[in-house]
C-alpha cells in the first residue's frame, strides 16, 4: 500500500489536529527508522495507521475488547490506553490489514511491552517526539533519540511513567514491563 493510500483511509478516522501529528509522527518515524535500519515503508504504514481508533467512542471501544481476543484486564484501566489495541483490531478487520508487525506497532504505541521490536520502539518514540508535542524533559528524549534507539525509547517510558504517577494514576502492567525491558536494553546498548 503506498503512502497516499493509506493517508486517504485513515483520514475520516480522525480530527485535523489528529491528522496533522499523524503527519509529523510519519515524518518523524521515517527518520528513526532510516537512522536505526528498521523498514522505512512499513514504519511508514504503521505511523500513518498508529491513531486509527482515537476517536472511536469509548463503548465501542469496550465491546471490542469484550467480544476478541483482546487482554480483558485493559478494561480495568484508563480508556485513553484501549486505541492502539483496537486500532490493530479494526486495522485487520476493517481495512484486512494483515501484517503482524505493523499491528503490533499500532497495538502497543502507547504502552510499549517487554520484548519490543525496533519498529515498535520507533513508532512509540516518534509519537513521543514529534515537533508537535510539549512534555516536561521532552527536549533530553529528543536529543537522547538521535543518539541511541534504546534510550531515546527508556527516557520516554521513565517520563509517561513518572508523570502518571505525579498525577496519581494507575500505571498498566505492560507500561512498566516495557519499562523494565528498556532498562536493561539501554545499559547493554
Ligand atoms: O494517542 P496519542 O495522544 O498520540 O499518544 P499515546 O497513544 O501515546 O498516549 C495516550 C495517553 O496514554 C498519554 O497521555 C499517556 C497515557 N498513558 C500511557 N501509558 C499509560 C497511560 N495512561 C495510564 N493511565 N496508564 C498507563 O500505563
Ligand atoms: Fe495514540
Ligand atoms: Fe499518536
Not at 5 to 14: F, I, N, S, T
Not at 22 to 28: A, H, K, L, P, S
Not at 55 to 62: A, F, H, S
Request: aromatic fraction near 12%; charge should be negative; glycine fraction near 4%.
Amino acid at each position: 500500500m503506498e503512502r497516499n493510500e493509506a493517508l486517504a483511509l485513515v483520514k475520516p478516522h480522525l480530527k485535523q489536529e489528529r491528522y496533522e501529528h499523524t503527519i509529523r509522527v510519519m515524518e518523524t518515524a521515517i527518520q528513526l527508522a532510516e537512522m536505526y535500519g528498521v523498514d522505512v515503508h512499513k514504519t511508514e504504514l504503521a505511523a500513518i495507521f498508529h491513531d486509527y481508533a482515537k476517536y472511536r467512542p469509548v463503548e465501542e471501544m469496550k465491546r471490542w475488547i469484550q467480544s476478541s481476543y483482546l487482554p480483558k484486564d485493559l478494561l480495568h484501566y484508563h480508556h485513553e490506553l484501549w486505541h492502539g489495541p483496537v486500532g490493530a483490531l479494526l486495522l485487520e478487520r476493517e481495512l484486512g490489514i494483515e501484517d503482524q508487525e505493523l499491528l503490533e506497532a499500532v497495538h502497543y504505541h502507547t504502552t510499549g511491552r517487554t520484548h519490543m521490536t525496533d519498529l515498535d520502539k520507533v513508532i512509540f518514540l516518534a509519537d513521543y517526539i514529534e515537533p508537535g508535542r510539549k512534555f516536561p524533559g521532552l527536549e533530553q528524549v529528543r536529543e537522547a533519540a538521535w543518539e541511541d534507539l534504546n534510550k531515546g525509547c527508556w527516557m520516554a517510558s521513565k517520563n509517561t511513567i513518572s508523570f502518571l504517577m505525579s498525577k496519581n494514576q494507575p500505571i498498566y502492567p505492560e507500561t512498566f514491563y516495557a519499562y523494565n525491558a528498556l532498562t536493561k536494553q539501554y545499559k547493554r546498548s
